[in-house]
Every structure is written in structure tokens, then in C-alpha cells.
């Protein structure tokens, strides 16, 4: 548990970083970040997949059409949520980003109301009513809908629950998402690169060194995190979850010097609440659930 631990924290820390790489690239429009991300990705998972002789889950798609769909909508919408986080880094809304991951975990419960058919009890209904009086407070304080927290959100909320009914190992199923978005992401920065001169035409050799960078600081911490996830109990990973939203708020307000007033704060608060009853609630779950004796 204590080396599930430290995975999971280095995972959820890298997550959390991940503004401060993007200000090295800020020069790089959102669009080609997610195509470079997407192919490098790729390049480094399909590489890590050679080194580790792990091709054998490639012969089980095989006839399975429905699975591969499944996929290539997880594909999708973790696309959708890494062009609206970095439109989000890149326009001074690393604050409202951080609001989505917070959001993120209310999201999961919804969905197991709507998709998987669960019933909440009356603690998380109440933890339900705290966050959209949250949201509902930010849209009248701010004068607009914080649909950037909204969608990445709801975007990762239904990614998650794809990836928990399409079961496939963490770094095979990067592998197939970044495959299926090959035949769209590897020519379109092609044409990226030579028509509209991308970083690679460029010739900054600094620049070019960042982005190709993105490969392995996208799959590493989902490698640690898969590694945390197997030594952890849910309960400790749900809580652990919520450093990376933490690290990101952070760096908004100190480092991005994005305003951050008390009529924000009053929002965040009535979030946070929600989040504190919805943990509270699993970690009771668990310590009530009896221990199963152990084998012989």
C-alpha cells in the first residue's frame, strides 16, 4: 500500500504540474498541442509496448466491433477534454480547470444514477445539491456558465465510465485510443507542420525538444497511476484524486495570477463540501464493510 501510495501521489502531482509544462509551449496553438500529444504518445506507448513483448491483447479486437467503437468514443472525448484544458491554460482559465477535476468526482455519481441504474443515498443527494448550488452560485457571480469546468467534467466523467465497462489494461488501452486516432491526428499535423509552418517546420530546436516531451509526460503518470490503482483501496484513491485539482488551483492563483475573489471562493466552498460528504460517505462505506478472512 505504501508503494500504491507513492504511484498514485507522483500520478495525481504530475497531473497537477501539467500547467507549468504548458507554459513552456505556450507559443503552440491548442490544436497542435493535442495533435503532437496525440502522436507522441503513440510513438512512446507503441515503443513501451515493444520493449515489454505485450502485443498479445491486439489478437483479442479481433471480431469485436462494438469494443473498438467503445474505444474510439473514449478516444474522442479525451481529446475533446486535452483541447479544452489547454484552451483553458492558455486564455488565463486555469482556475475553472481546476474546478472540473473538482466537479469530476460528482460527475461519477451522477452517472451511476443515469447509466449504471445505482441509487444514491440521501448523504449524496445532499453532496449533489451542495455542488450545483456551487455551480449555480459561480454562474450568477461571474455573469456566465463555467462551461469549461463543465466540460472537462463531464467529458472525463463519461471517458472514466467507458473505460470501466471497455476493460483493457492501462497501457493497451491508451495504446489502442492513441491508434484508433491516428488515421485523423497524424495527417492533420502534417498538414499542420507544412502549411501552416508548425513547431516542427520551424527549425527551434528548444521548442521541438518541449513538444516532443509530450509523449512520455502524457503516459508516464497514467502508468503510475494504474500502478497506484492496483496496490490502493478506492476509497484512499478517491481521496488521493483530489491533489491534482489542488496542485492545478495553486498554480493558477500564484503562478498564472488568475483572480481568485471571495465570490469564488464562496462556489469552491459549497464544492468542496460536496466533495467532503461524498469521501467521507465512501471511506464509512468501506470501514463498515467486513473484512474477508484471510486464505489458508
Known amino acids: 500500500m505504501n508503494a500504491g501510495l507513492i504511484y498514485a501521489t507522483l500520478a495525481f502531482a504530475s497531473w497537477g504540474l501539467y500547467p507549468l509544462y504548458l507554459l513552456m509551449i505556450a507559443s503552440v496553438s491548442p490544436l497542435e498541442v493535442v495533435l503532437q500529444r496525440s502522436v507522441w504518445?503513440?510513438?512512446f506507448v507503441l515503443g513501451l509496448l515493444a520493449v515489454l513483448r505485450r502485443w498479445a491483447w491486439m489478437r483479442t479486437l479481433a471480431g469485436q466491433p462494438r469494443r473498438l467503437g467503445l474505444f474510439a468514443?473514449?478516444?474522442l472525448l479525451l481529446s475533446v477534454n486535452w483541447l479544452v484544458y489547454v484552451m483553458a491554460v492558455q486564455s488565463g482559465h486555469l482556475v475553472e480547470a481546476s474546478l472540473g477535476y473538482f466537479i469530476n468526482p460528482l460527475v461519477n455519481v451522477l452517472l451511476g444514477v443515469v447509466v449504471l441504474h445505482e441509487r444514491l443515498r440521501r448523504v449524496q443527494w445532499v453532496a449533489v445539491a451542495l455542488a450545483a448550488a456551487g455551480v449555480s452560485w459561480l454562474t450568477v457571480s461571474t455573469g456566465r456558465l463555467p462551461w469549461i469546468a463543465l466540460v472537462l467534467a463531464c467529458s472525463f466523467g463519461v471517458y472514466g465510465l467507458i473505460r470501466k465497462t471497455a476493460s483493457l489494461g492501462a497501457i493497451e488501452g491508451f495504446a489502442l485510443e492513441t491508434m484508433?486516432?491516428?488515421?485523423?491526428?497524424?495527417?492533420?499535423?502534417l498538414w499542420w507542420t507544412f502549411a501552416r509552418q508548425g513547431v516542427l517546420a520551424q527549425g527551434d530546436a528548444a521548442l521541438t525538444g518541449w513538444v516532443l516531451l509530450s509523449g512520455p509526460l502524457t503516459a508516464i503518470p497514467l502508468l503510475l497511476f494504474a500502478a497506484g490503482a492496483r496496490r490502493l483501496p478506492l476509497a484512499t484513491l478517491g481521496l488521493v484524486q483530489y491533489l491534482a485539482p489542488t496542485i492545478?488551483?495553486?498554480?493558477?492563483?500564484?503562478v498564472f495570477h488568475e483572480p481568485f475573489d471571495h465570490q469564488r471562493l464562496i462556489g469552491f466552498i459549497l464544492i468542496w463540501s460536496a466533495l467532503a460528504i461524498v469521501s467521507a460517505d465512501a471511506l464509512g462505506l468501506r470501514l463498515l464493510r467486513p473484512t474477508a478472512a484471510p486464505p489458508h
Open 41 to 43: 504518445s503513440l510513438v
Open 73 to 75: 468514443v473514449s478516444a
Open 180 to 189: 484508433l486516432l491516428a488515421p485523423v491526428m497524424v495527417p492533420a499535423l
Open 248 to 254: 492545478t488551483l495553486l498554480l493558477g492563483v500564484w
